[in-house]
């Protein structure tokens, strides 16, 4: 039977297109929800063979794995899942799957409190803060550290186009973290004010490169002319294993009207025959050199960028297929 045939459940197909649209983001949050879509799929899969239900999941794991490219969280949670799925009979396979998924979404947060306990050593009473975007593993190091005692501030980049700080603000506000809100283009003149920049990570490169929200390169840049630190708190599922063979990682292009609207477009000329064309660049991420980064926190410690390889070879071992290939 060929994969045309296969049938996605629509759960999954909505968890892709929230993941598409970011009503589901966050590396780690999409990769959670990627496991959890896998689970519904093996569920309500009415495969008659096994071979079907492989296709199925398979199918499923396709649709997931296209809706955004750039954190590596995504086609890890597909391939630990789908390596789960064991057995010689449909219901056989149906429970490994459902148990993978199961096991995977436990380890993620496991490891995103485990994580958060060792960044938070790195905090000190009355430490400054500076975000950006949204990350729940960096959120989880100020939370560990809340929780052991040790009060921090925060200043939190609006993180344009889409605003993501306003997400940090208010979880952080949530736990009692006074917050100063910035637009990006201050944060240069508040690092004076900083004790530690503090992000999350889409995906770790082999070298220890950083590929985050847009900006956070140019915010690591400024940081160390300032000499304040810059942690990286990413979980071990951020690891990218394709860069050891030297791939690089693909940084996703966004759509225009999330930096210009129709009408600001219009204003400014628009497509008028008279006016040179205006092309609009929306990358949603940028690389952050190893120099730029003082430690990778992850919840097997916290690594200088230069070996972290180290760690992900140990993890991933040399090679990885795509995720459906098992
Ligand atoms: O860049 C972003 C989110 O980008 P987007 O909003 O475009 O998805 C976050 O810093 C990382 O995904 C880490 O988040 P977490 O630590 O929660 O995995």
């Known amino acids: 039977m060929d994969s045309d045939q296969s049938v996605v459940d629509p759960a999954v197909t909505a968890t892709a297109d929230d993941i598409a649209a970011m009503r589901i983001r966050g590396a780690a949050t999409i990769a959670d929800a990627a496991a959890a879509a896998l689970a519904t799929q093996a569920e309500r899969s009415d495969a008659a063979t096994p071979a079907a239900f492989e296709r199925d999941l398979r199918a499923g794991a396709r649709e997931l794995y296209e809706t955004r490219p750039t954190a590596v969280s995504l086609p890890n949670a597909l391939r630990y899942v789908l390596r789960g799925m ?7 396979l149906r429970s490994s799957t459902i148990d993978a ?6 380890e993620l947060e496991q490891a995103q ?11 000190r009473d009355g430490d400054v803060v500076m975000t950006h975007c949204h990350s729940t593993d960096a959120l989880a190091c100020i ?3 809340l929780e052991s005692g040790t009060a921090v501030e925060a200043i939190i980049k609006e993180t344009r186009p889409r605003k993501q ?13 006074p917050v100063t809100l910035i637009v990006d283009n201050a944060a240069r003149r508040y690092l004076d004010e900083t004790d530690h920049v503090l992000v999350g990570a889409d995906s770790i ?6 590929i985050n929200k847009i900006g956070t390169s140019g915010l690591a840049v400024n940081a160390r002319e300032r000499g304040v630190p810059v942690m990286v708190a990413a979980q071990t599922i951020k690891l990218h294993p394709d860069t050891m063979t030297g791939q690089t990682v693909a940084i996703e292009m966004r759509a225009e009207t999330e930096v210009l609207s129709a009408d600001e477009r219009t ?10 064309p205006l092309r609009v660049e929306n990358p949603a991420f940028d690389v952050t050199p190893p120099r730029y980064v003082d430690a990778i926190v992850t919840e097997r410690g916290q690594f200088p960028p230069e070996s972290i390889v180290t760690l992900m070879r140990e993890l991933f071992g040399e090679t990885t297929a795509e995720p459906w290939d098992g």
Do not use: C, W, Y
């Not at 409190?113 to 905090?123: D, T, W, Y």
């Not at 700080?165 to 973290?177: F, P």
């Not at 204003?267 to 040179?276: H, Q």
């Open 205 to 210: 490169a082999a070298d220890g490169s950083v």
């Open 101 to 106: 998924a199961e096991t995977f979404r436990a």
């Open 165 to 177: 700080g306003h997400i940090t603000a208010q979880r952080l506000r949530e736990l009692g973290v």
């Open 86 to 92: 064991e057995g010689e009979t449909v219901s056989a």
């Open 113 to 123: 409190s485990k994580l958060g306990e060792i960044g938070a050593n790195r905090l």
């Open 267 to 276: 204003a400014i000329g628009g497509d008028a025959d008279e006016m040179p």
């Open 143 to 145: 939370e560990a550290a």
